[in-house]
């Protein structure tokens, strides 16, 4: 097991403590060269699928890619097609909120406008870096194109804050998004050259702030302290890392690649289909350069009307659309909208693929992960979910494969079998029964 | 009674059938007919027990139970799928007879004030506050994450401003920035950077002069010694090192605005059991983070200072000062966008651009974008009838606007908007009449009679339609020969009563409005047939267009009042109102009501209400009967 065998992380020491990890010195990954670490990311599509377009036809390694997914055929040893996962935790509720909230929690999310907003769990991601603890400068990436949806669901009881979050580091902590490609870029950079920025006097700062923060806390009641205590944990997680990146002797981290400063993106792409593809550069970077080796990002906020004319033969926006009616025009359309996503899924694994690390790639060492969090769009059904996951986490999943389990298999035990692969073992996540059969590499 | 913490979103039913006598008796004979046979026994279903909630006083022991109870009955989520459930107008009549006797139990005990969560500012907060604070004009804030809302809708509401490890970052980043900025230039240094050591100022003196009077300016009220004295330490150790004044003072600045005093509003507890009068500073900071949407200016700290804030004539005089002021254009914008919805506008929604080019010419866009947030905040500064936004003689609009709209005013105008008289049959007037509202209801390439209704419903009247009831068929799956129109489909839908319950509502609304195409261009046609625009309400009202359906929504202008009011006090506390805040509502509507509908009555009214004036005590034992009770 090597490096992959430490957990000792406390987590969940109560809401918002878990946020940010201290970096953990003995868990660093040594520098270039050794075995490459192992990556994960989860990308969320909005709105489901068209039903009868996504499952390939076909078992095991003798499959043939459906009309959706055909866009990754030069990919297909490198994918796994899951069939007849589902999430139980988001089947009640509304049709979109508790799906994509739930999505990588495996939870139900509590029903609110916004005053106890919890997701009741921690995110297959989050749970990822916090059992691993933090060996990169930046913990995790969580990117997004729309910023979070304007208001609360009166009409169904939710506030939209649910609709536009997948990460949550604790059940009360959705993660923010950083939807600026050229600000994501400029933080990749910053966290990796550290020192050039006046590193030890910030850090200082931070210290101070801290007492005021802690002398605050004590004439506060319950609810605010918590909403302190996540200042205090933000703040100490950043001036951990400040400290570190001061004193480099101190630090194992190493970048796998340097980033050129020139290859900052612009901040204000011409368009929806440009600014998906900056995100998901800023993906590939952040994972060659190993600043982070967990991202997440949603390619539009659940039950996004994004326009989507710009494709060939589409006229309409997605999530209207989505409510195709059984009309063959709008499942026409909608199916283009879908395959449109997995274009840009698939231009992420390549972008992954030729970034050689050895005598592999950084897509060799990564699991991709794709769904959404219903399966049609039109029923809001989270029976049967449209679920890929493409990468061989170093070796250690049986890629090439559609696997077809029996209905109604939880999702929840496919994120242990990944957490398992990305070096986080768990007995069990959420409602998870068990491993999901067939998906690790057989060792 | 105890006091109901509850946050509990009242919402009425509108055009449903009038509201008959309902007792008790009544509202048990529900509960048996649709809830108790899962509910009850040793192991009820969900560990609900529905038949112990068999007396009206348990009502009041026990609220929380009635209202867990019903949000699932108003949110047609229970009775389940399959078991026998109640009529619309059944479930609405318990509804609104629970809710009803809940808040009269709770108003009777008059009204006290609900904690106020710690609260960090928000994206544009702090952007405001910046630029405020240190006289600079770049936005501070923009590379911190959006915030989402909660409570009534906004996005300053204490409970959903979470903070992620990014914002930790972002804020050293943006206060380094936002200094270096404000150092370089000299009317900002004039602003903060107000000393410099010299022959008579040693370099001591210097950071202390800045730091006194920074600090009280950061934090929004007086900075203690202490608190004084370790800020000077900070500068003091950098000077050691670096021996540059101007890096050390920056420095120690830096760390001001990352402490929790300037990025969270603090407001001093209060020890005691009962509830009690705001001090001044906090009061003040209420009021101009209301209004403004950015920290007091020096008038406001000024009378903060002298303690007499809270004296009801300094109060309104001051309130009625901030309305005046051009900064409400911030809280206008932040409101009104919110409240109408209109910021999606541009974002999730963007018109088609092949079909409506229009929308991409730059001033076009921000004339429509701007002319609901100016006209509300017309309304403010000139104090006018609040019923303006259902109906109006003027709007607010560039050249080009109004040649979008096809208006020729009497004066010509420029690229600033500004004023018009709306001419006779100009069918503008009100927010209906507006491009960002009819845009933001409607989907990129066609109009939706169903989203313009809901829009109504929601945003306008604030009696949203519950959710679709489960396992209600797909639009349309099975339909024989397909009806030509847009209409006719509606039509048909509504013909399954599971559908026709709420869509007899919604529907005709947005039909009142389909001679206004996505951009709010006036049609009388669309792909060669005549729009028919006319509309039967649920009540047995009908219209034919838009200027007929105004008028019908003018009668129902008390649902308009009601859920201003609600959306005002809930963005004024920046959390959701609770079954008791509804109490501070309803005397100020009725308020409102007396001075026609006045702008600066509605505002004032919630300046001096309890929510927004007194703080809860943090001892237990809250007294059953506050002395509060009477403030009102």
Same mark, same amino acid.
């Given at each position: 097991?090597?490096?992959?065998?430490?957990?000792?992380?406390?987590?969940?020491?109560?809401?918002?403590?878990?946020?940010?990890?201290?970096? *953990?010195?003995?868990?660093?990954? $040594?520098?270039?060269?050794?075995?490459? $670490?192992?990556?994960?990311?989860?990308?969320?599509?909005?709105?489901?699928?068209?039903?009868?377009?996504?499952?390939?036809?076909?078992?095991?390694?003798?499959?043939?890619?459906?009309?959706?997914?055909? $866009?990754?055929?030069?990919?297909?040893?490198?994918?796994?097609?899951?069939?007849?996962?589902?999430?139980?935790?988001?089947?009640? +509720?509304?049709?979109?909120?508790?799906?994509?909230?739930?999505? *990588?929690?495996?939870?139900?999310?509590?029903?609110?406008?916004?005053?106890?907003?919890?997701?009741? +769990?921690?995110?297959?991601?989050?749970?990822?870096?916090?059992?691993?603890?933090?060996?990169?400068?930046?913990?995790?990436?969580?990117?997004?194109?729309?910023?979070?949806?304007?208001?609360?669901?009166?009409?169904?009881?939710?506030?939209?804050?649910?609709?536009?979050?997948?990460?949550?580091?604790?059940?009360?902590?959705?993660?923010?998004?950083?939807?600026?490609?050229?600000?994501?870029?400029?933080?990749?950079?910053?966290?990796?050259?550290?020192?050039?920025?006046?590193?030890?006097?910030?850090?200082?700062?931070?210290?101070?702030? *801290?007492?005021?923060?802690?002398?605050?806390?004590?004439?506060?009641? +319950?609810?605010?302290?918590?909403?302190?205590?996540?200042?205090?944990?933000?703040?100490?997680?950043?001036?951990?890392r400040l400290e570190r990146a001061a004193s480099p002797e101190q630090s194992k981290w190493k970048p796998r690649v340097a980033l050129d400063p020139a290859a900052k993106p612009t901040g204000n792409p011409k368009d929806y289909a440009e600014h998906v593809r900056l995100m998901f550069d800023i993906i590939a970077l952040a994972f060659q350069s190993?600043?982070?080796?967990?991202?997440?990002?949603?390619?539009?906020?659940?039950?996004?009307?994004?326009?989507?004319?710009?494709?060939?033969?589409?006229?309409?926006?997605?999530?209207?659309?989505?409510?195709h009616e059984n009309k063959p025009d709008n499942m026409r359309q909608y199916q283009l909208i879908n395959k449109w996503h997995i274009e840009q899924y698939g231009y992420l694994l390549r972008k992954l693929r030729d970034m050689k690390e050895g005598d592999s790639n950084v897509l060799d060492?990564?699991?991709?992960?794709?769904?959404?969090?219903?399966?049609?769009?039109?029923?809001?059904?989270?029976?049967?979910?449209?679920?890929?996951?493409?990468?061989?986490?170093? +070796?250690?999943?049986?890629?090439?494969?559609?696997?077809?389990?029996?209905?109604?298999?939880?999702?929840?035990?496919?994120?242990?079998?990944?957490?398992?692969?990305?070096?986080?073992?768990?007995?069990?996540?959420?409602?998870?029964?068990?491993?999901?059969?067939?998906?690790?590499?057989?060792? | 009674m105890r006091r109901l913490a509850l946050s509990v979103a009242l919402t009425l039913p509108l055009f449903a059938a009038p509201a008959k006598e309902h007792t008790f008796a009544q509202a048990q004979s529900f509960l048996k007919s649709y809830c108790v046979s899962c509910h009850q026994g040793a192991k009820p279903s969900a560990g609900f027990n529905a038949a112990k909630l068999n007396t009206l006083q348990t009502m009041m022991e026990d609220p929380r139970k009635w209202s867990r109870m019903l949000t699932r009955v108003r949110d047609n989520e229970m009775p389940p799928k399959g078991a026998p459930a109640p009529s619309l107008d059944k479930r609405e009549a318990f509804v609104s007879y629970v809710e009803d006797t809940m808040k009269s139990a709770a108003c009777a005990d008059g009204i006290s004030p609900r904690p106020a969560l710690l609260r960090r500012l928000n994206r544009t907060e702090y952007t405001a506050t910046m630029r405020d604070l240190l006289n600079i004009h770049i936005n501070a804030g923009r590379g911190l994450p959006a915030d989402g809302a909660g409570g009534e809708g906004f996005d300053n509401a204490a409970e959903t401003l979470f903070l992620s490890p990014m914002h930790a970052e972002k804020y050293l980043e943006a206060a380094r920035e936002a200094l270096a900025y404000g150092a370089k230039d000299p009317k900002s240094r004039a602003r903060f950077l107000i000393a410099e050591p010299n022959d008579k100022t040693t370099v001591d003196q210097a950071a202390r002069k800045v730091l006194e009077a920074f600090l009280p300016r950061a934090f929004r009220r007086p900075a203690r010694p202490d608190e004084l004295e370790?800020?000077?330490?900070?500068?003091?150790?950098?000077?050691?090192?670096?021996?540059?004044?101007?890096?050390?003072?920056?420095?120690?600045?830096?760390?001001?605005?990352?402490?929790?005093?300037?990025?969270?509003?603090?407001?001093?507890?209060?020890?005691?059991?009962?509830?009690?009068?705001?001090?001044?500073?906090?009061?003040?900071?209420?009021?101009?983070?209301f209004l403004w949407g950015t920290m007091p200016d020096e008038d406001l700290t000024k009378v903060a200072a002298t303690g007499k804030l809270n004296d009801d004539k300094i109060l309104a005089e001051q309130t009625i000062r901030l309305l005046k002021d051009p900064r409400t254009r911030d809280f206008a914008e932040q409101f009104v966008e919110q409240w109408l919805n209109t910021r999606e506008l541009g974002r999730d929604i963007k018109p088609d651009p092949k079909l409506f080019p229009a929308y991409y010419d730059a001033e076009i866009q921000s004339g429509i974008r701007y002319e609901p947030i100016l006209f509300f905040q017309e309304l403010l500064t000139a104090n006018l009838s609040l019923l303006n936004l259902i109906d109006s003689k003027f709007t607010i609009m560039s050249n080009k606007l109004a040649k979008h709209y096809g208006i020729k005013p009497a004066k010509p105008l420029r690229q600033q908007p500004v004023v018009v008289e709306l001419p006779e049959g100009s069918h503008r007037g009100g927010v209906l009449g507006m491009a960002a509202v009819l845009a933001v209801s409607s989907y990129p390439n066609r109009t939706s009679p169903v989203l313009r209704g809901k829009w109504i419903l929601d945003a306008m009247l604030g009696t949203p339609a519950p959710p679709p009831p489960a396992g209600v068929p797909p639009l349309e799956d099975k339909v024989g020969t397909a009806p030509q129109t847009l209409r006719e489909r509606l039509e048909r839908h509504r013909l399954n009563p599971a559908c026709g319950v709420c869509h007899n509502r919604i529907d005709p609304l947005g039909f009142g409005l389909e001679n206004y195409d996505v951009l709010g261009l006036w049609r009388t046609e669309d792909g060669g047939k005549a729009i028919d625009s006319k509309g039967v309400l649920p009540d047995g009202a009908t219209f034919d267009g838009p200027d007929e359906m105004k008028k019908?929504?003018?009668?129902?202008?008390?649902?308009?009042?009601?859920?201003?009011?609600?959306?005002?006090?809930?963005?004024?506390?920046?959390?959701?109102?609770?079954l008791e805040d509804h109490c501070s509502v309803d005397r100020i509507v009725d308020a409102v009501k007396k001075e026609n509908y006045s702008a600066h009555t509605l505002i004032l009214e919630i300046v001096r209400s309890v929510p927004f004036r007194y703080q809860v005590g943090t001892a237990p034992n809250i007294p059953a009967v506050p002395p509060v009770a009477k403030a009102e």
């Open positions: 097991m090597g490096r992959y065998s430490l957990n000792r992380r406390t987590l969940l020491r109560g809401a918002g403590a878990a946020i940010g990890l201290p970096w *953990l010195e003995a868990m660093a990954a $040594p520098a270039g060269g050794s075995k490459p $670490p192992v990556r994960m990311a989860a990308l969320y599509m909005p709105n489901g699928v068209h039903p009868d377009m996504w499952t390939p036809e076909g078992d095991k390694r003798d499959f043939k890619l459906s009309p959706t997914l055909s $866009p990754l055929a030069d990919l297909q040893d490198q994918l796994m097609v899951l069939t007849n996962l589902w999430n139980p935790g988001s089947v009640g +509720g509304d049709g979109h909120y508790v799906k994509i909230s739930g999505w *990588l929690t495996c939870t139900t999310v509590t029903k609110t406008l916004g005053v106890d907003v919890s997701c009741n +769990g921690v995110s297959m991601d989050q749970l990822a870096v916090q059992k691993t603890g933090r060996q990169t400068p930046i913990a995790s990436m969580e990117l997004g194109i729309a910023p979070v949806t304007t208001g609360v669901d009166k009409n169904v009881g939710y506030t939209r804050v649910y609709g536009s979050h997948i990460s949550w580091a604790s059940p009360t902590s959705p993660l923010a998004r950083e939807l600026n490609p050229q600000l994501a870029f400029e933080r990749l950079f910053r966290a990796g050259n550290g020192q050039a920025d006046g590193a030890k006097e910030e850090a200082l700062l931070l210290d101070r702030v *801290l007492t005021d923060a802690k002398e605050l806390r004590q004439k506060l009641g +319950g609810a605010d302290r918590q909403r302190l205590d996540e200042y205090l944990s933000v703040v100490r997680s950043l001036e951990d190993d600043s982070t080796r967990v991202a997440t990002f949603l390619f539009g906020n659940e039950v996004s009307n994004q326009n989507f004319a710009f494709v060939d033969g589409v006229t309409g926006a997605h999530h209207s659309l989505s409510h060492n990564s699991m991709i992960l794709l769904g959404a969090g219903i399966r049609d769009g039109n029923k809001h059904d989270p029976h049967n979910l449209p679920v890929v996951l493409a990468g061989k986490a170093g +070796g250690r999943l049986a890629s090439g494969q559609h696997l077809s389990y029996e209905k109604d298999t939880p999702l929840s035990n496919l994120y242990v079998s990944m957490l398992d692969a990305f070096g986080a073992p768990v007995e069990r996540f959420a409602d998870s029964t068990g491993r999901l059969p067939g998906v690790l590499a057989s060792s | 370790r800020y000077v330490t900070l500068f003091a150790n950098a000077y050691k090192k670096n021996q540059s004044y101007e890096v050390s003072i920056l420095h120690a600045l830096q760390g001001v605005l990352i402490s929790p005093h300037f990025l969270f509003r603090v407001e001093e507890p209060n020890p005691g059991a009962a509830p009690r009068l705001l001090d001044g500073f906090a009061l003040a900071s209420r009021l101009s983070y019908i929504l003018l009668e129902k202008k008390d649902l308009l009042v009601r859920n201003l009011t609600v959306k005002l006090l809930g963005y004024s506390l920046g959390r959701g109102l609770t």
